[in-house]
T-cell receptor, first 117, second 113 residues
């Protein structure tokens, strides 16, 4: 199946700093990637849809200036958590779909665990 | 709007027991249905999928059948192993969702030796 990677897998940072998380599709090109957030023992919450070459589409309630998304190429999307605070600590997961005709299957990265002190 | 409802967990079974995790959905149009599995500390892995009514998805001994008449996609396995312990998510997507996945709340499965 299609492979999606994330980097870093773990990050610990001080309150007020910015953190960048990378999501890469390793063996396919993805015009669209998705960013999710997951709290312990809960389901995934879609944060935004990342579109290559255009602005991301954010879900209701997600702060655009707080969570900056850049989809610079067909294999890379980045999520930057700006001025991180302890409440931003969470598990962030990205996904992407191979550009097959009619494909709606998303493949997920391994996730990035963020801890803000 | 579209939604997915799963049975609540945690579900605790002994090894070699039968597993059923119920999943029902509401959706406009004709969604595709998925089961994803999440092992502790990891991302989600696609377990199986079905894209149209009466399709059966299967993988690693797990099965689920797309039942349009009952709007269900229950996950089943005849004999679970300790290594199946994980959280299972039912999800749907449709073209009018722009490819977005809508997840159920997840069901934690714990299999004891």
């Amino acid at each position: 199946g299609a492979v999606v990677s994330q980097h870093p897998s773990w990050v610990i940072c001080k309150s007020g700093t910015s953190v960048k998380i990378e999501c890469r599709s390793l063996d396919f090109q993805a015009t669209t990637m998705f960013w999710y957030r997951q709290f312990p023992k809960q389901s995934l919450m879609l944060m935004a849809t990342s579109n290559e070459g255009s602005k991301a589409t954010y879900e209701q309630g997600v702060e655009k200036d707080k969570f900056l998304i850049n989809h610079a190429s067909l294999t890379l999307s980045t999520l930057t958590v700006t001025s991180a605070h302890p409440e931003d600590s969470s598990f962030y997961i990205c996904s992407a779909s191979p550009p097959l005709a009619g494909s709606v299957t998303q493949y997920f990265g391994p996730g990035t665990r963020l801890l803000v002190l | 709007g579209d939604s997915v409802t799963q049975m609540e967990g945690p579900v605790t079974l002994s090894e070699e027991a039968c597993l059923t995790i119920n999943c029902t959905y509401t959706a406009t149009g004709y969604p595709s249905l998925f089961w994803y599995v999440q092992y502790p500390g990891e991302g989600l892995q696609l377990l199986l999928k079905a894209t149209k009514a009466d399709d059966k998805g299967s993988n690693k001994g797990f099965e689920a059948t797309y039942r349009k008449e009952t709007t269900s996609f229950h996950l089943e396995k005849g004999s679970v192993q300790v290594s199946d312990s994980a959280v299972y998510f039912c999800a749907l997507t449709s073209y009018n969702q722009g490819g977005k996945l809508i997840f159920g709340q997840g069901t934690e499965l714990s299999v004891k030796p």
